[in-house]
């Protein structure tokens, strides 16, 4: 069982960034494909990143390319997603997952972290 824990969430005018945390349980986190969702009130949960287990592939919802950044430390247990020129519709419910699948690319993964929210002003 691996246990998720993100942090970094809070209140932001447009325009500024905020970087998130998700640190994980257990010795094997460097096995595991990593991913970042967001939900917003009334929407479906939706992907935001993906990092590879190594960290050399990264992939993103088109509305974050350019302004987001995910990143791991396996070292720490720990992903990142810096998030940068942050705007209104970024508001949401941000959520880390993991996957046992080192090549996963699906959106069900094994893992779900309890969410941390992230509130853009305009």
């Known amino acids: 069982q691996v246990q998720l824990v993100e942090s970094g969430g809070g209140l932001v005018q447009a325009g500024g960034s905020l970087r998130l945390s998700c640190t994980a349980s257990?010795?094997?986190?460097?096995?595991?494909?990593m991913g970042w969702f967001r939900q917003a009130p009334g929407k479906e949960r939706e992907f935001v990143a993906r990092i590879s287990v190594s960290g050399a592939a990264t992939y993103y919802v088109d509305s974050v390319k350019g302004r987001f950044t995910v990143s791991r430390d396996n070292a720490k247990n720990t992903v990142y997603l810096q998030m940068n020129s942050l705007k209104p519709e970024d508001t949401a419910v941000y959520y880390c997952a993991a996957d046992r699948n080192p090549n996963y690319s699906g959106r069900r993964y094994d893992y779900w972290g309890q969410g941390t929210q992230v509130t853009v002003s305009s």
């Open positions: 257990g010795r094997t986190f460097s096995m595991y494909t």
